[in-house]
């Protein structure tokens, strides 16, 4: 199969990606990523695999509730899915910057398929091995944090830099998309089917993101491959983000963030039922749908609308905007409210998510991209569960409400945006990594 460079498109794709008709398209744009054949295959595959993903993981726990009316083991499965996101990225971020990443990630979604039949096969019987279920569900999640560096390192390799932020843009927009997609068709046929079907199904969607990786045209080889043992490089990542002012900042701003501001996500079914008296699950389900909506609407305006616009103010305004917002979602007491103001909340939020995740991925070079992504993904999708789980020890242990939680992330969110001034850090040379 035929490689070539990113950073020397064709003559017949810098057509394609600037002319639409007689319209000349806007660089950095989404409409502009998506103009990248490379782009659209492996973008497409895997937003058609994270759908089954999201199908799988919602309808999980509700198997695994009616399994074993276990609330303990609910929280377990969820930790199987997530937690080896905050313990083995910086594996996995290694493995990105060091081997042909192309093939690395054929080998580990199809790993994930093969471990999705499994969990299918595991439910089928009567009486399911309850532990059988968290270890399959463990090694999925296992798996997903080795490669989840890969993948992120890989997507700004198939557009040419000036088209980075429509790329990022388009990305959020498939990571809260399929969210909302992948319940919303999960749940019929989980009701008609049953659940090895829905888990049978999702295994078959890792197909479309192998299809993408292996159609693509782009040169899989890292430039400069890191070398010597990974054991050695672990806390390389850590260093040169460290030594980096600006990085050093987004993730500050981002694992604080996390932590603090965004456990009302995990907490949404506790914020829907104290707050605001929705207890059936369709509703339920609709109040997250929306939700996610707006957080979907607002990865792509920073693509769209906001595409030249100053990516570190847009995430200032959004941090004092997402408080705002928070603190109203925390007052109100009534469903018609909720459904107006959780979309705002979305939107706002991702608009901060992908701002960062933009300015971050404008500023790397390539041979770092895994590593760094790694720390993205410790700071977004790791840490986001243990602060679930604090906000959760916080409502049980020391009896605070669900609002009192949400109003720490008010507070944390209010301190972020005046302190995530990226302009006063400047966008300059990243620090080098020789010697990481």
Known sequence: MPFRRPSDPGAADATDALVDGDRALRRGTARAALRHRDFRLVWGGTFLSNIGTWMQNVLLGKFALDLTHDAGYVGLL???????????????GVIADRVNRRRYLVIMQFTQMLLSFGLAALVVVEQPSKWGIFGCVLAIGIVNALSAPSMGAILPTLVPKEDISGAVSLQSVQLNLSRVLGPVIGAPLLAIFGPQWVFA????????????????????????????????????????????????????????????????????????????????????????????????????????????????????????FFAVLLAVFALIRTAPLAFVVAPALGFVYFLVITALSTIMQEHLEDEIRGRIMAIWIMSFGGTVPIGVYAGGLMISALGMTISQIMFVGVVAAALLAWYCDLDAVGGGPLASAEGS
């Open 78 to 92: 969820y930790f199987a899915q997530l937690g080896p996101l905050l313990f083995l990225s910086q594996v996995g």
């Open 201 to 320: 199904i999702n295994a078959a969607t890792y197909a479309f993101a192998v299809a993408g990786l292996m159609l693509a045209r782009y040169d899989a080889r890292n430039p400069n491959p890191i070398q010597g043992r990974i054991s050695e490089k672990l806390l390389s990542g850590i260093r040169i983000a460290w030594r980096d002012r600006l990085l050093r900042r987004i993730f500050v701003t981002m694992f604080t963030f996390s932590f603090f501001s965004l456990m009302y996500v995990g907490l949404f079914p506790e914020v829907a039922d104290t707050n605001f008296g929705i207890s059936a699950s369709d509703t339920y389900l609709l109040l997250y749908a929306v939700w996610g909506l707006g957080a979907t609407l607002g990865a792509l305006t920073i693509g769209t609308y906001l595409a030249e616009h100053s990516k570190a103010r847009i995430t200032r305004y959004s941090l004092g």
